[in-house]
């Protein structure tokens, strides 16, 4: 006779027959979409699909075991979670297609979305980010006290990623309340477990950082489920990270494209025999929980469902481009209101630094929900002293010590964000930001044209040369992120700037690179208000008037220029930029006009840098007001040298002086 027992171990404990058969319904709507879809696929009406074939059961386990205001961090198998949180089919079905109903309106792709109002947050392409977003979701709940867990999800590939221990590390430094579900299936696309990494069980990784490890078959909803609510109560009243190792197997190609030719026939007939939904369904026959008549009421629901919401979503329109939206959604929408400071109000003389940490203190003391992360910020006050005196009056939760994880760091403020919060990052030096490049690139910069969440996120970023501190401790990097729509970039040249212009960066709730040159922090000193004020965005300084020629530049760019042109006897606008994203083309045309000559000037290597793309703009939009090539000048195309003889020559103090002089005589 044949065995009919399945050959997973279900313990139903206490459940009762409501939450068995709500199990069973919620596991067969991804297996029955994903049938569909496969023939979709075939037909040409879907472009791509990624399976999460016999992985079905981790994602409707835990989906079904957490509150529903509870954060999930899912990846591309994880259908399960985006149903269990009932998202509309049409909705999901017209993401897929591409169509404006979309939850991306069509600018991404499959699960590459999130939506708050579900407290999913999808993933991007680049594996591991998503671990550090949700270290600060969970920061958020840890700090607001709110009791909450949130679970993100990983795979065999993606634990190969930086970003996977910098995401457990810091969970685990903070104590966290993160559960972090691994979905151990045997494959990184068709590279098999044994070629990523050397041990046998993730298990093994969790006491490495100090966080308890269970294992879990992942294709038994019961267990999966059964687990993940046990954790999530225990860890909403202890908060702490936990790693949990989900065995499982994925039954089709990574995308379909790609086959399964490379796994063994019989490794793929022994998990064949795993399949979450036959064994739980069989399970459920067998003990009398569910029966003929009730199955296929269940399965004519699904199904159902499905088609209905496939009908709807074909039948919308294909996308109609509309440009101005399309510009619009680049940014989080904000009217930033100009913050004056009181006519009576009290004045000192403050350098850069004063200024800048003037800034940062006021906001903290106006945001309450301002969270200040980088490395040593704590009690030493940060390696240019910024925040010194900030942990003892704002408190540890709110100034926080960092490991040395730039990219878990970036993600973290992205994840307060989401909940609500404001962050601001210090990069010790700007040179390190390169590590964290690409949650800024890829996750802070796109991520309300993708969804519509916006980044409260400021990067404050010490930069620039001149105090022969070598290649990695003096790049002007502002350059790699001016050609990144989503962002904006800051660049002070006086105190005066360098604080309000920090202030109206942090209430504005999109994401900020702030740069700040190390060398004006103590030799620039001026004036200015001591109460809160701000100043406007994307407005440029005329900060020099004349008639011979025009300078556009901004930092330190604005004192060369200055003593330059008093040691040459010039007269000459001086435009300081200070704004470089978005950047002022109103006050570089009015200068263009006005005199006819122009010279850009920046500490950046000359080769690619901002000025470049500037010149190229006056070319082509202000050609009929040139007297004369419009020129730029910048640092040797060369890293910047250590010795202060080559540093000095790298600068293009001297090269700018005989341009100049060459533009004057043209």
Same mark, same amino acid.
Not at 37 to 60: D, N, T, V
Not at 147 to 171: M, R
Not at 401 to 427: D, F, H, Q
Not at 515 to 529: D, L, N, T
């Given at each position: 006779?044949? =065995?009919?027992?399945?050959?997973?171990?279900?313990?139903?404990?206490?459940?009762?027959? &409501?939450?068995?058969?709500?199990?069973?319904?919620?596991?067969?709507?991804?297996?029955?979409?994903?049938?569909?879809?496969?023939?979709?696929?075939?037909?040409?009406?879907?472009?791509?699909?990624?399976?999460?074939?016999?992985?079905?059961?981790?994602?409707?386990?835990?989906?079904?075991?957490?509150?529903?205001?509870?954060?999930?961090?899912?990846?591309?198998?994880?259908?399960?979670?985006?149903?269990?949180?009932?998202?509309?089919?049409?909705?999901?079905?017209?993401?897929?297609? $591409?169509?404006?109903?979309?939850?991306?309106?069509?600018?991404?792709?499959?699960?590459?979305?999130?939506?708050?109002?579900?407290?999913?947050?999808?993933?991007?392409?680049?594996?591991?980010?998503?671990?550090?977003?949700?270290?600060?979701?969970?920061?958020?709940?840890?700090?607001?006290?709110?009791?909450?867990?949130?679970?993100?999800?990983?795979?065999?590939?993606?634990?190969?990623?930086?970003?996977?221990?910098?995401?457990?590390?810091?969970?685990?430094?903070?104590?966290?309340?993160?559960?972090?579900?691994?979905?151990?299936?045997?494959?990184?696309?068709?590279?098999?477990?044994?070629?990523?990494?050397?041990?046998?069980?993730?298990?093994?990784?969790?006491?490495?950082?100090?966080?308890?490890?269970?294992?879990?078959?992942?294709?038994?909803?019961?267990?999966?489920?059964?687990?993940?609510?046990?954790?999530?109560?225990?860890?909403?009243?202890?908060?702490?990270?936990?790693?949990?190792?989900?065995?499982?197997?994925?039954?089709?190609?990574?995308?379909?494209?790609?086959?399964?030719?490379?796994?063994?026939?019989?490794?793929?007939?022994?998990?064949?025999?795993?399949?979450?939904?036959?064994?739980?369904?069989?399970?459920?026959?067998?003990?009398?929980?569910?029966?003929?008549?009730?199955?296929?009421?269940?399965?004519?629901?699904?199904?159902?469902?499905?088609?209905?919401?496939?009908?709807?979503?074909?039948?919308?329109?294909?996308?109609?481009?509309?440009?101005?939206?399309?510009?619009?959604?680049?940014?989080?929408?904000?009217?930033?209101?100009?913050?004056?400071?009181?006519?009576?109000?009290?004045?000192?003389?403050?350098?850069?630094?004063?200024?800048?940490?003037?800034?940062?203190?006021?906001?903290?003391?106006?945001?309450?929900?301002?969270?200040?992360?980088?490395?040593?910020?704590?009690?030493?006050?940060?390696?240019?002293?910024?925040?010194?005196?900030?942990?003892?009056?704002?408190?540890?939760?709110?100034?926080?010590?960092?490991?040395?994880?730039?990219?878990?760091?970036?993600?973290?403020?992205?994840?307060?964000?989401?909940?609500?919060?404001?962050?601001?990052?210090?990069?010790?030096?700007?040179?390190?930001?390169?590590?964290?490049?690409?949650?800024?690139?890829?996750?802070?910069?796109?991520?309300?044209?993708?969804?519509?969440?916006?980044?409260?996120?400021?990067?404050?970023?010490?930069?620039?040369?001149?105090?022969?501190?070598?290649?990695?401790?003096?790049?002007?990097?502002?350059?790699?992120?001016?050609?990144?729509?989503?962002?904006?970039?800051?660049?002070?040249?006086?105190?005066?700037?360098?604080? $309000?212009?920090?202030?109206?960066?942090?209430?504005?709730?999109?994401?900020?690179?702030?740069?700040?040159?190390?060398?004006?922090?103590?030799?620039?000193?001026?004036?200015?208000?001591?109460?809160?004020?701000?100043?406007?965005?994307?407005?440029?300084?005329?900060?020099?008037?004349?008639?011979?020629?025009?300078?556009?530049?901004?930092?330190?760019?604005?004192?060369?220029?200055?003593?330059?042109?008093?040691?040459?006897?010039?007269?000459?606008?001086?435009?300081?930029?200070?704004?470089?994203?978005?950047?002022?083309?109103?006050?570089?045309?009015?200068?263009?006009?006005?005199?006819?000559?122009?010279?850009?000037?920046? &500490?950046?290597?000359?080769?690619?840098?901002?000025?470049?793309?500037?010149?190229?703009?006056?070319?082509? =939009?202000?050609?009929?007001?040139?007297?004369?090539?419009?020129?730029?000048?910048?640092?040797?195309?060369?890293?910047?040298?250590?010795?202060?003889?080559?540093?000095?020559?790298?600068?293009?103090?001297?090269?700018?002086?005989?341009?100049?002089?060459?533009?004057?005589?043209?």
């Amino acid at each position: 006779m044949k =065995n009919t027992q399945p050959l997973l171990d279900f313990d139903r404990r206490n459940l009762s027959d &409501e939450i068995m058969l709500e199990l069973y319904e919620s596991l067969i709507m991804p297996r029955r979409i994903e049938e569909k879809m496969l023939i979709l696929l075939r037909q040409g009406r879907i472009s791509k699909w990624f399976s999460g074939w016999g992985q079905e059961a981790i994602s409707i386990g835990v989906v079904k075991a957490l509150q529903a205001d509870e954060f999930i961090l899912p990846m591309h198998r994880n259908l399960g979670i985006f149903t269990g949180r009932n998202m509309p089919l049409e909705r999901l079905f017209a993401q897929f297609q $591409g169509k404006l109903s979309g939850f991306t309106k069509g600018r991404d792709r499959s699960f590459h979305f999130g939506s708050k109002a579900h407290h999913v947050v999808g993933m991007i392409s680049h594996l591991g980010p998503q671990l550090a977003i949700a270290d600060g979701i969970a920061l958020a709940d840890k700090l607001s006290n709110e009791k909450k867990v949130t679970v993100v999800f990983s795979g065999d590939g993606a634990s190969s990623e930086g970003d996977f221990h910098e995401g457990l590390n810091v969970a685990a430094v903070w104590k966290l309340p993160v559960i972090f579900v691994i979905e151990h299936n045997g494959y990184g696309l068709s590279t098999p477990s044994e070629e990523q990494f050397a041990f046998k069980h993730f298990t093994d990784k969790g006491p490495g950082y100090g966080m308890e490890s269970i294992q879990i078959q992942g294709n038994n909803i019961l267990e999966v489920y059964s687990t993940i609510m046990a954790l999530a109560e225990d860890i909403r009243q202890n908060p702490r990270p936990v790693l949990v190792e989900a065995m499982t197997f994925r039954m089709r190609g990574h995308e379909e494209a790609s086959g399964t030719k490379y796994v063994p026939k019989q490794l793929m007939e022994d998990w064949a025999k795993l399949d979450p939904v036959e064994n739980y369904e069989q399970y459920l026959m067998e003990t009398g929980v569910l029966d003929d008549k009730t199955k296929s009421l269940i399965n004519t629901r699904v199904k159902s469902a499905i088609n209905e919401g496939l009908e709807r979503a074909f039948a919308e329109e294909e996308i109609s481009p509309d440009l101005a939206i399309e510009l619009a959604d680049v940014y989080a929408p904000y009217s930033h209101s100009i913050v004056s400071p009181p006519e009576n109000g009290t004045t000192s003389d403050k350098r850069l630094v004063d200024a800048i940490s003037d800034g940062l203190k006021q906001s903290m003391e106006k945001f309450p929900k301002l969270i200040l992360m980088g490395q040593d910020i704590g009690e030493y006050g940060g390696v240019f002293k910024i925040t010194d005196g900030f942990k003892a009056q704002f408190g540890a939760d709110r100034v926080r010590n960092t490991p040395l994880c730039e990219s878990a760091i970036i993600g973290a403020a992205l994840g307060l964000s989401i909940k609500g919060y404001k962050a601001m990052v210090e990069m010790q030096f700007a040179d390190f930001v390169s590590v964290g490049f690409n949650q800024i690139i890829n996750n802070l910069a796109k991520i309300h044209y993708r969804w519509g969440q916006h980044a409260d996120v400021v990067i404050r970023m010490p930069t620039g040369a001149g105090m022969a501190a070598g290649p990695f401790h003096s790049q002007s990097n502002e350059a790699w992120f001016f050609h990144t729509p989503g962002l904006k970039i800051i660049y002070p040249s006086n105190p005066y700037d360098a604080k $309000g212009l920090l202030n109206a960066a942090l209430e504005d709730p999109n994401p900020y690179l702030y740069f700040e040159h190390k060398g004006m922090y103590r030799s620039i000193s001026s004036v200015i208000p001591d109460d809160y004020y701000t100043v406007e965005i994307g407005k440029a300084a005329l900060v020099k008037e004349g008639t011979q020629v025009s300078i556009l530049t901004y930092g330190m760019g604005v004192h060369w220029a200055i003593k330059t042109v008093e040691e040459l006897g010039i007269s000459a606008d001086i435009l300081d930029l200070r704004t470089l994203l978005p950047w002022d083309k109103k006050a570089v045309k009015e200068t263009v006009k006005k005199t006819g000559k122009i010279i850009f000037l920046h &500490e950046d290597c000359i080769t690619g840098g901002i000025g470049a793309e500037i010149c190229a703009w006056i070319s082509e =939009n202000c050609f009929e007001y040139l007297d004369a090539p419009v020129m730029r000048e910048g640092s040797l195309d060369t890293p910047v040298p250590f010795a202060p003889a080559l540093e000095k020559q790298f600068l293009p103090v001297e090269r700018f002086k005989e341009k100049l002089s060459s533009l004057l005589e043209y």
